[in-house]
């Protein structure tokens, strides 16, 4: 089956510094894409969502990555902070379909004071 | 503005037994949908409801349903727990089911199987 998945489990930073969460993707019919932000006990947290007639988009510290050549995104947030401390999940919709996210296994991120 | 609360928060049940697990959509939205998040699996869809109908379904066997009301609170229902449905059920709300709108989760119930 189709399946969206990240290049690594857990991702350790230092405060301040930038960090930068990656993503594959398998469905060449996905034509969106959104990263959600997870923090324990609470459920995911929309962060920023790009389409694929683009390949950048930029939020609030935050920038989306999109190379549909070989089918990989990748989330940068600007200058660290503790709070960004969380699972960072990755999830794509195909064209043509209901809306149905197929969401990536998520990366740890942890930010090192 | 509330957000998507789901009831209850913790529930524990042993193999055979059903469960219900209630979401109340954020106001104003009318679009539900649920996910199942387990260590191994990761988020898997569940189903999709708008104005009371389901609009899509996940893999995932008859055990499971749901169902939406005129107010556009929803329940989802596992019937004959299995130790594998132990996991954290995530309701998630948006406007309309257009493929852009922004999904906003709940909290989620935490069921343990037993």
């Known amino acids: 089956g189709e399946s969206v998945g990240l290049h690594l489990p857990t991702l350790s930073v230092q405060e301040g510094d930038n960090s930068i969460i990656n993503c594959a993707y398998s469905?060449?019919?996905?034509?969106?894409f959104i990263w959600y932000k997870q923090e324990s006990g609470k459920g995911p947290q929309f962060i920023i969502d790009?389409?694929?007639?683009?390949d950048k988009r930029q939020g609030q510290r935050v920038t989306v990555l999109l190379n549909k050549t070989v089918k990989h995104l990748s989330l940068q947030i600007a200058a660290t902070q503790p709070g960004d401390s969380a699972v960072y999940f990755c999830?794509?919709?195909?064209?043509?379909?209901?809306?149905?996210?197929?969401f990536g296994s998520g990366t740890q991120l942890t930010v090192l004071p | 503005k509330a957000g998507v609360t789901q009831t209850p928060r913790y529930l524990i049940k042993t193999r055979g037994q059903q469960v219900t697990l209630s979401c109340s959509p954020i106001?104003?939205?009318?679009?539900v949908s649920w996910y199942q998040q387990t260590p191994g699996q990761g988020l898997q869809f569940l189903f999709e409801?708008?104005?009371?109908?389901?609009?899509n379904k996940g893999n995932f066997p008859g055990r499971f349903s749901g169902r939406q009301f005129s107010n556009s609170r929803s329940e989802m229902n596992v019937s004959t727990l299995e130790l594998g449905d132990s996991a954290l059920y995530l309701c998630?709300?948006?406007?309309?089911?257009?493929?852009?709108?922004?999904?906003?989760f709940g909290s989620g119930t935490q069921l343990s199987v037993l």
């Open positions: 998630a709300s948006s406007l309309t089911p257009g493929r852009d709108e922004k999904l906003f």
């Open positions: 469905n060449s019919a996905s034509d969106y």
């Open positions: 790009i389409r694929s007639n683009m």
């Open positions: 999830a794509d919709v195909f064209s043509g379909s209901a809306r149905q996210l197929t």
């Open positions: 106001s104003g939205h009318r679009s």
């Open positions: 409801y708008f104005s009371e109908t389901q609009r």
